[in-house]
């Protein structure tokens, strides 16, 4: 008995020692010691495929969120009666005003698929440009077309990019987008937007991604930035340097930027962007037994020539900074009724007339922005 | 009674033995599949997956291009925000942090992923199917962001 | 206008919020010693070892007549290594981190070493967050990122001191 008693108390007591010393939480954690240089040589266990990605090096910041505000100086409108004018033709342009805009502009960008293989953003923007303007006494046609403008110029728009790798180095971009550009407001009284007035646009590119610091393509474009619609090319070339200093984002003839590096945290960009719509003008009161129409159409285009000061705040909140130049590419009104209020097209070579043919003056301005991105 | 005594020792010895082959709970509910060697879908970097205390963390064991083109030196942490840190270098770099596995969700999730390319810290939440892992970070939300997919590797064995 | 006076009014009432804030207008130092050890052999590059600290800053605010909540926030000052004389000349850089069960882990502090070297002062990182609440969480963890320039075969021996700055606003 005292034997088995002194054996079971011997296994006892080793057992519990084990476990005193195999079970406590060790709280000297020492991790286990490794050679790199065995990481060179590897094999594969899971599968996955490789393509290629929408970004390269040191691109400016992709944009989830954006609240900007925009302010420019006075720019002179210059503006012809009512009539009949081909593109070419010389205009007597008698009435004319100071005007300048400002208003905010709200930008979203959201990745509702972003994987490796398949990226599909939707976004939204609402823009407004409210007008202050000088009107002149006994400016008839003028004076109708500044109070049609005095509102102010609103563009919403609803608009979703794909963009699908072909394999490690080639890609597919299709971006569309619906927009209601017009004079109206709301909470008043007035007309608009009305849906029959939406404007499509598109563009398609098929590109190629060499390396990590270079990304170009070709593309076809179905666009309102020049006022009306067109059918352009496009070309897209985004480089970063070798240096990573400097850089191009650039989407011919949209826009095209040099980017220069400070650090991580701050860039800047110089360059231009073309911004255009054409904007359905509601309730119009040109009454007359002459002229009678709620069909008229401005055409607004701008090239901004810009420096543009990108920082990050804190975190993904960076704040923008643009100060440049707009150089108004047209000011020119349609009227619809002529083809049963349906938009058309004129495109570079075509001789269809303007119902007024406008010029505005270049213009300073300035827009401050706050904005959630991703980098 | 020699018998019984006996049998209680053994079932003594044989719990022991238990206690000491014993893993954690998480290897039981699935959080220890993670642990390993992965590769990103760019294969510019291989990341060892551990475990430390209770959470996962992902260090970058091996580069592609392990020196800096400008400098010649190895990479190092250029980009980082606080201007102290800009000097650790990138191999060794713990670049996934702070992930706690959640058995009923199956996913990773609570921890972070940096982009030293980008000097960024994002949130990020990782899911795992068939060796491969799907590693999403974001901002502030899961709808704003991208999501990566690595592959397990492992190191070939020598002859 | 109605979007500029809205403007306006939010960064006053941001301004008045941070404005009354409690700032800190005194400090008191905390030290924790502890030796980071890396058991032998060890390879060329980045070696790990952590250590368990116990913090005992409960304990010492006490002693100090401070209370947890005057305290706004504890910051890293200063840390040092002292490295063992046989390891003099291998060690390449030093990162050193903490974290605890329920924060994250976070950098705090790095060196490069140079030759020679068996003293070690790192710099402490700019960008310190939530120390207050890892080292009252009583168990936290610090994690030294050793790189050396080859391989070893004994341990390395690291021990450190880690200088706190308990700053907190008197009752």
């Known amino acids: ?375 | 009674m020699k018998k019984i005594i006996t049998l209680i020792g053994t079932l003594a010895l044989l719990f022991t033995i238990s206690s000491f082959t014993s893993n954690p709970a998480s290897v039981q509910d699935g959080g220890d599949d993670i642990l390993g060697l992965w590769e990103p879908s760019n294969g510019k970097a291989r990341v060892k997956i551990e475990k430390i205390g209770s959470k996962y963390y992902g260090k970058i064991v091996w580069l592609r291009e392990p020196l800096d083109p400008a400098t010649q030196k190895p990479k190092v942490d250029k980009n980082n925000e606080d201007e102290k840190m800009r000097n650790v270098p990138l191999r060794g770099y713990r670049m996934l942090k702070d992930f706690v596995y959640d058995a009923e969700s199956k996913e990773w999730s609570g921890g972070t992923i940096y982009d030293p390319e980008s000097g960024s810290l994002y949130s990020c939440v990782v899911t795992m199917e068939n060796d491969v892992l799907d590693i999403r970070g974001y901002v502030g939300v899961k709808a704003l962001g991208r999501t990566d997919t690595w592959k397990r590797i492992k190191i070939k064995k020598k002859n | 206008m109605k979007l500029l006076q809205t403007s306006i009014l939010c960064f006053s009432l941001l301004s008045l919020i941070v404005a009354c804030s409690p700032e800190a207008n005194n400090s008191k130092e905390f030290t924790i010693n502890t030796v980071l050890t890396a058991s032998g052999p060890l390879f060329e590059g980045s070696n790990t070892c952590q250590a368990e600290i116990s913090s005992n800053i409960a304990e010492y605010i006490k002693e100090n007549g401070i209370t947890k909540e005057q305290i706004v926030d504890v910051t890293l000052t200063s840390a040092s290594v002292t490295i063992d004389t046989s390891n003099l000349n291998i060690l390449e850089s030093i990162n050193l981190q903490v974290f605890s069960d329920n924060f994250p882990m976070q950098n705090v502090a790095f060196a490069n070493v140079g030759d020679n070297n068996d003293k070690v002062d790192l710099e402490v990182a700019d960008v310190q967050e939530q120390l207050k609440a890892i080292l009252f969480e009583g168990k936290s963890y610090i994690i030294a990122d050793a790189t050396i320039k080859e391989d070893l075969d004994d341990d390395l021996n690291l021990s450190m001191e880690l200088v706190f700055s308990i700053n907190y606003h008197k009752k």
Request: overall charge neutral.
């Open chain 1, 1 to 375: 008995m005292t034997v088995v008693f002194k054996r079971f108390a011997l296994t006892l007591f080793v057992s519990s020692f084990a476990a005193l010393g195999f079970s406590q939480i060790d709280s000297s954690y020492v991790e286990e010691e490794e050679d790199y240089s065995m990481y060179d040589d590897v094999e594969d266990v899971g599968e996955i495929k490789t393509y290629c990605s929408p970004k390269i090096f040191d691109l400016s910041p992709n944009r989830f969120l954006s609240l900007g505000y925009d302010v420019t100086g006075n720019g002179t409108l210059k503006t012809s009666n009512v009539g009949a004018y081909k593109p070419d033709d010389n205009v007597a342009r008698n009435d004319q005003s100071d005007l300048n805009y400002h208003g905010i502009r709200l930008n979203a960008n959201i990745p509702v698929i972003s994987k490796s293989k398949f990226v599909w953003q939707v976004g939204g923007g609402f823009n407004q440009s409210k007008l202050a303007t000088n009107q002149m006494a006994n400016a008839g046609d003028h004076n109708l077309l500044l109070d049609e403008l005095s509102d102010g110029l609103t563009s919403m728009n609803l608009n979703t990019t794909l963009f699908k790798p072909l394999g490690e180095y080639n890609f597919l971009i299709l971006q569309l987008m619906a927009e209601q550009n017009g004079n109206y407001t709301f909470g008043s009284s007035g007309s608009g937007p009305d849906i029959k007035n939406t404007k499509y646009s598109g563009t398609a590119i098929w590109g190629k991604r060499p390396h990590d610091r270079l990304q170009w393509g070709l593309g076809l474009s179905r666009t309102y930035r020049a006022g009306e619609l067109n059918y352009i090319p496009v070309f897209m070339y985004n480089y970063t340097a070798e240096n990573r200093k400097w850089g191009t984002e650039i989407l011919f003839p949209a826009k095209a930027f040099y980017r220069r590096k400070i650090d991580a945290r701050n860039i800047v960009l110089v360059g231009y962007e073309l911004e255009g719509g054409s904007y359905r003008l509601y309730d119009t009161k040109f009454n007359d037994t002459e002229f009678n129409t709620q069909n008229l159409e401005l055409r607004r285009s701008e090239i901004r020539v810009r420096l543009d000061y990108q920082k990050q705040l804190k975190g993904f909140i960076w704040m923008g900074v643009q100060a440049g130049a707009i150089l108004n590419y047209s000011y020119t009104i349609d009227d619809l009724t002529t083809t049963s209020n349906k938009d058309f097209y004129r495109g570079f070579f075509g001789d269809q007339t303007y119902t007024f043919s406008n010029t505005l003056s270049p213009m300073p301005y300035v827009n401050l922005s706050l904005n959630l991105v991703s980098k």
